[in-house]
């Protein structure tokens, strides 16, 4: 694959020219979404080469039986697959009777476009056929943002070169598979079709889960800009219905399908109302009519730009990056249903399976909270809370009892569907970041009441999780928990990962902060609370001897907490020294060789410091940023925006800046090679975090708004803006100096550079 070959544009993602070699990463790079669906950029027209077709339904999953080699108490039954849906963009051409193939055609020009600034992706191409006849296609595609549930594409064939008849043949394919299926199985069971006039529609539901999706399809067609009625002919299958239109053409002339599709969904409408539900939404899209419907398409981004966009100013390379990443999170997630959650891949692919991971709490709710509002990173919280039933079931099955939850590593319902040993029982740190989530919304947003309705239950039941899974040692006095991973997945089962110790003392002190302080200003919910929970004065006792006697490995002659247990049996040999040929070492060492290595996936301790940054001095976070960054392979995608943020704690710019085009410009220059598979979503959050609290400096602890904002040699200026209990602040910094807009209408106390500063209501600062 040519890496590298996406052309820098402030606002576009452009390939210039056709190679076959990209296009299932050019797929991923160029998806689309609208929060509710979402598709990778496979073209319309029949594509015989390599291809990874792709589209997905929010919500919409399958649980695939778990394939394991040896079965383990506890391993969950099935991997909950995101549904590869049926297929709704297909428009096949023909031209005098020969297919239009890309794989197969001369490609005389080839141009892509993914303009994100309007949420469209465009694509150009002039295609030569057998025999020399010669075609320009234009097409352009967007997921509707005001009719989430519709998408519309404009497709165009203009003969360049000769007379003659064309066909295009638009369909709704509802037999396709995943890529990961375990068994090779199909996950749909297609129950009715119909189709009317230019409409389609077919109906199919999952297997096991028995979602129901109707899937429709509506066509209008245009000769040189004209409305033209071309009477069709239909083609049916069990999974697929056909329309072919055939029309004589003289060279110059233009003939354009629309084609409006998508799905609706039994999530959001009764099953017996789906093929009407699909018309209707299909019909007012067409009402409404493509251009408008186009146009409301670049209002709806210009709102989320209006918040959201970051400024890059002197380094084109580093603010295409950022507002690819800041384009792909409001596709994937926009906030308004708490069933929802942002999957690792999106709506870009299917590995890794599940809706959420850990990631959506550490590294995804300060970008939703901080763009949008409080309401959309609340969903967040409660699609959690929502789920505390299953995560409590998650903890008896590995005999944990009285009400200890442990969330799940993957889920889509809340039940674990996560396989792997290392993983599945051992990575519990993931509860953890539960905790954190509700404190940083908190925090954050000052939503004090969200702990008393919800987040209380949801924290005593964690903490009576690490109460039960520390355990007291003899021989060192104090409280272990013992048969851990941490964040680091490149060591797998050691005993007292400082991370984890961590995070469960602290979960453990807050919940027991929480309680007091709800008895003291809502006795009644109080009482509710320990009603509701059968929390009695014996467990928060315990609760408090964990927390007074915890153990945490300490390496005096190196003055840093330890990764954890034996981490300095290990022969510490830097990262920098592994020769090239040898990385990433996930794919070029046995597993083996990497367990027993000194070498750090991602920031492990170090998160730990990023997390509570205000429990340490930055003299102890240096020392530790110098002892375990060197051996830090960066090899998750996680890795690099913490590291960038505490970098530029620590005033090292250059290393910022080196972490922050890594984890900015991963999938774009696809340093994992594995673009191919989807996006990186989640991680994008941390390209987001690397700007805002690495270079800019925003930090929110004890109920403070603090900047510290330092900028890249090599930029001239950038700017963000934040919203922050009730005002939307704009911030702005060069090398002269920094800044802030009070975009609301009430003045607001913040920190810059330890100088508490007033900003008046559309008042600027200058500093």
Same mark, same amino acid.
């Given at each position: 694959?040519?890496?590298?070959?996406?052309?820098?544009?402030?606002?576009? $993602?452009?390939?210039?020219? +056709?190679?076959?070699?990209?296009?299932?990463?050019?797929?991923?790079?160029?998806?689309?979404?609208?929060?509710?669906?979402?598709?990778?950029?496979?073209?319309?027209?029949?594509?015989?080469?390599?291809?990874?077709?792709?589209?997905?339904?929010?919500?919409?999953?399958?649980?695939?039986?778990?394939?394991?080699?040896?079965?383990?108490?506890?391993?969950?039954?099935?991997?909950?697959?995101?549904?590869?849906?049926?297929?709704?963009?297909?428009?096949?051409?023909?031209?005098?009777?020969?297919?239009?193939?890309?794989?197969?055609?001369?490609?005389? =020009?080839?141009?892509?476009?993914?303009?994100?600034?309007?949420?469209?992706?465009?694509?150009?191409?002039?295609?030569?056929?057998?025999?020399?006849?010669?075609?320009?296609?234009?097409?352009?595609?967007?997921?509707?943002?005001?009719?989430?549930?519709?998408? *519309?594409?404009?497709?165009?064939?203009?003969? %360049?070169?000769?007379?003659?008849? &064309?066909?295009?043949?638009?369909?709704?394919?509802?037999?396709?598979?995943?890529?990961?299926?375990?068994?090779?199985?199909?996950?749909?069971?297609?129950?009715?079709?119909?189709?009317?006039?230019?409409?389609?529609?077919?109906?199919?539901?999952?297997?096991?889960?028995?979602?129901?999706?109707?899937?429709?399809?509506?066509?209008?067609?245009?000769?040189?800009?004209?409305? /033209?009625? %071309?009477?069709?002919?239909?083609?049916?299958?069990?999974?697929?219905?056909?329309?072919?239109?055939?029309?004589?053409?003289?060279?110059?002339?233009?003939?354009?399908?629309?084609?409006?599709?998508?799905y609706v969904q039994s999530m959001n409408h009764p099953k017996r109302e789906l093929f009407n539900a699909s018309r209707r939404s299909l019909e007012e899209a067409a009402e409404i009519g493509y251009d408008d419907l186009y146009q409301s398409q670049k209002e709806a981004w210009a709102t989320i730009w209006d918040t959201a966009d970051i400024t890059i100013e002197g380094d084109i390379s580093a603010q295409q990056a950022i507002r690819f990443n800041i384009f792909q999170l409001n596709q994937t997630y926009s906030g308004d249903d708490s069933r929802l959650n942002i999957g690792p891949?999106? +709506?870009?692919?299917?590995?890794?399976?599940?809706?959420?991971?850990?990631?959506?709490?550490?590294?995804?709710?300060?970008?939703?909270?901080?763009?949008?509002?409080?309401?959309?990173?609340?969903?967040?919280?409660?699609?959690?809370?929502?789920?505390?039933?299953?995560?409590? @079931?998650?903890?008896?099955?590995?005999?944990?009892?009285?009400? *200890?939850?442990?969330?799940?590593?993957?889920?889509?319902?809340?039940?674990?569907?996560?396989?792997?040993?290392?993983?599945?029982?051992?990575?519990?740190?993931?509860?953890?970041?539960? $905790?954190?989530? $509700?404190?940083?919304?908190?925090?954050?947003?000052?939503?004090?009441?969200?702990?008393?309705?919800?987040?209380?239950?949801?924290?005593?039941?964690?903490?009576?999780?690490?109460?039960?899974?520390?355990?007291?040692?003899?021989?060192?006095?104090?409280?272990?928990?013992?048969?851990?991973?941490?964040?680091?997945?490149?060591?797998?089962?050691?005993?007292?990962?400082?991370?984890?110790?961590?995070?469960?003392?602290?979960?453990?002190?807050?919940?027991?902060?929480?309680?007091?302080? $709800?008895?003291?200003?809502?006795?009644?919910?109080?009482?509710?609370?320990?009603?509701?929970?059968?929390?009695?004065?014996?467990?928060?006792?315990?609760?408090?001897?964990?927390?007074?006697?915890?153990?945490?490995?300490?390496?005096?002659?190196?003055?840093?907490?330890?990764?954890?247990?034996?981490?300095?049996?290990?022969?510490?040999?830097?990262?920098?020294?592994?020769?090239?040929? @040898?990385?990433?070492?996930?794919?070029?060492?046995?597993?083996?060789?990497?367990?027993?290595?000194?070498?750090?996936?991602?920031?492990?301790?170090?998160?730990?410091?990023?997390?509570? @940054?205000?429990? +340490?001095?930055?003299?102890?976070?240096?020392?530790?940023?110098?002892?375990?960054?060197?051996?830090? !392979?960066? =090899?998750?995608?996680?890795?690099?925006? !913490?590291?960038?943020?505490?970098?530029?704690?620590?005033?090292?710019?250059?290393?910022?800046? =080196?972490?922050?085009?890594?984890?900015?410009?991963?999938?774009?220059?696809?340093?994992?090679?594995?673009?191919?598979?989807?996006?990186?979503?989640?991680?994008?959050?941390?390209?987001?975090?690397?700007?805002?609290?690495?270079?800019?400096?925003?930090?929110?602890?004890?109920?403070?708004?603090?900047?510290?904002?330092? /900028?890249?040699?090599?930029?001239?200026?950038?700017?963000?803006? &934040?919203?922050?209990?009730?005002?939307?602040?704009?911030?702005?910094?060069?090398? @002269?100096?920094?800044?802030?807009?009070?975009?609301?209408?009430?003045?607001?106390?913040?920190?810059?550079?330890?100088?508490?500063?007033?900003?008046?209501?559309?008042?600027?600062?200058?500093?």
């Open positions: 694959m040519n890496l590298n070959y996406i052309k820098p544009n402030e606002w576009k $993602i452009v390939e210039e020219g +056709f190679d076959k070699d990209n296009v299932t990463a050019s797929e991923s790079l160029f998806s689309l979404g609208n929060g509710a669906m979402g598709q990778r950029a496979n073209f319309e027209e029949t594509y015989s080469g390599e291809t990874f077709q792709g589209s997905y339904i929010g919500g919409i999953y399958y649980p695939d039986k778990t394939r394991v080699g040896w079965w383990k108490n506890g391993y969950p039954e099935y991997f909950a697959k995101v549904l590869n849906a049926p297929n709704w963009i297909g428009i096949d051409i023909s031209v005098k009777g020969k297919e239009l193939d890309m794989s197969q055609c001369k490609i005389i =020009e080839f141009n892509r476009e993914l303009d994100m600034k309007e949420g469209v992706l465009n694509r150009t191409f002039v295609a030569e056929l057998e025999g020399g006849d010669t075609v320009k296609v234009k097409s352009t595609r967007f997921l509707s943002m005001k009719l989430n549930e519709v998408g *519309a594409i404009k497709y165009s064939v203009t003969p %360049i070169n000769f007379d003659g008849e &064309i066909s295009f043949s638009p369909y709704i394919d509802a037999g396709i598979m995943n890529e990961d299926a375990n068994y090779d199985e199909f996950f749909w069971e297609i129950l009715d079709s119909r189709e009317d006039r230019n409409e389609a529609y077919i109906l199919s539901k999952t297997l096991k889960t028995e979602f129901h999706v109707c899937t429709g399809m509506k066509i209008e067609m245009t000769l040189n800009d004209l409305l /033209i009625d %071309i009477e069709r002919e239909v083609s049916r299958s069990e999974k697929k219905i056909r329309y072919t239109y055939k029309s004589e053409m003289k060279s110059g002339d233009t003939l354009t399908m629309f084609k409006y599709g998508g891949k999106g +709506f870009t692919g299917e590995k890794y399976g599940g809706s959420t991971y850990w990631d959506t709490e550490a590294y995804c709710i300060p970008f939703y909270m901080s763009t949008k509002n409080k309401e959309v990173a609340r969903n967040l919280l409660l699609y959690r809370y929502n789920q505390l039933g299953k995560a409590i @079931e998650n903890a008896e099955k590995l005999g944990f009892k009285n009400g *200890a939850a442990l969330y799940p590593m993957v889920t889509m319902n809340g039940e674990e569907c996560h396989n792997e040993w290392e993983i599945t029982f051992e990575e519990i740190h993931r509860n953890g970041a539960m $905790i954190y989530a $509700i404190y940083n919304y908190v925090n954050y947003t000052g939503d004090l009441e969200y702990i008393v309705s919800h987040g209380m239950e949801v924290m005593i039941a964690v903490a009576r999780f690490w109460s039960q899974r520390s355990s007291f040692s003899s021989e060192k006095k104090k409280y272990v928990i013992l048969g851990v991973t941490g964040p680091n997945e490149y060591e797998n089962n050691v005993n007292n990962n400082w991370y984890t110790n961590y995070l469960a003392q602290w979960c453990l002190k807050y919940a027991l902060e929480n309680l007091d302080l $709800i008895k003291k200003s809502h006795p009644k919910e109080y009482e509710r609370i320990l009603d509701k929970t059968g929390l009695e004065a014996d467990e928060a006792h315990h609760w408090r001897e964990v927390v007074k006697d915890l153990y945490f490995p300490f390496s005096e002659k190196h003055e840093v907490f330890l990764q954890q247990d034996g981490f300095l049996d290990k022969e510490l040999i830097p990262a920098d020294k592994l020769p090239r040929s @040898e990385r990433p070492i996930n794919q070029k060492w046995s597993w083996d060789r990497i367990l027993r290595s000194p070498y750090i996936k991602q920031a492990d301790v170090l998160q730990g410091m990023y997390f509570f @940054e205000n429990h +340490f001095s930055l003299g102890q976070i240096e020392k530790h940023f110098d002892f375990y960054e060197p051996l830090t !392979v960066h =090899e998750s995608s996680l890795s690099p925006c !913490v590291h960038s943020i505490m970098a530029c704690a620590l005033g090292r710019e250059e290393k910022a800046y =080196e972490m922050y085009l890594r984890t900015s410009r991963l999938d774009l220059d696809d340093y994992n090679h594995e673009v191919h598979e989807g996006l990186h979503i989640t991680s994008m959050a941390g390209t987001w975090l690397s700007i805002v609290q690495g270079f800019g400096g925003m930090r929110n602890f004890e109920g403070k708004l603090s900047f510290n904002p330092i /900028i890249p040699k090599n930029w001239e200026s950038y700017s963000f803006k &934040i919203k922050y209990r009730g005002h939307t602040i704009k911030v702005f910094k060069n090398h @002269e100096g920094c800044k802030f807009y009070n975009e609301s209408d009430s003045p607001i106390d913040i920190v810059v550079k330890g100088q508490e500063v007033k900003i008046f209501n559309q008042d600027l600062v200058v500093i």
